[in-house]
């Protein structure tokens, strides 16, 4: 099972851009598909954002992330990254990072290994 950490959140203006990264050690990520979850306040449930084939094959957006969002890896670096631009209030939330070797698409349960989680906090 992989332990990954995700880092580069914060509290940003609406049109700000972030890059989130998720990391594992120990362990290569390259065998792992790797997806980007958020859970918005208030709300029990986390949305799928995108996600990454292990290959980096093929990409995932939520069509609330087409056009501002690029997930990405590095599997040199055991790392990867979800790039946001545009950011707007409703992208608030924690953003988790998962990974798993059987997953082809991306659904929050096909995912085994996840992070703690990095906040995103887009306010005026």
């Known amino acids: 099972q992989l332990h990954l950490v995700e880092s580069g959140g914060g509290l940003v203006k609406p049109g700000d851009s972030l890059r989130l990264s998720c990391t594992t050690s120990g362990v290569s990520l390259e065998p792992y598909a790797i997806g980007w979850f958020r859970q918005a306040p208030g709300k029990e449930q986390r949305e799928e954002v995108a996600c990454i084939s292990h290959s980096e094959g093929s990409t995932y957006y939520a069509d609330s992330a087409k056009g501002r969002f690029i997930v990405s890896r590095d599997n040199e670096k055991n790392t990867a990254y979800l790039q946001m631009i545009g950011l707007k209030p409703e992208d608030t939330g924690v953003y988790y990072c998962?990974?798993?070797?059987?997953?082809?698409?991306?659904?929050?349960?096909?995912?085994?290994?996840w992070g703690q989680g990095t906040q995103v906090t887009v306010s005026s």
């Open positions: 998962a990974g798993d070797r059987w997953v082809a698409g991306c659904v929050e349960a096909d995912f085994s290994s």
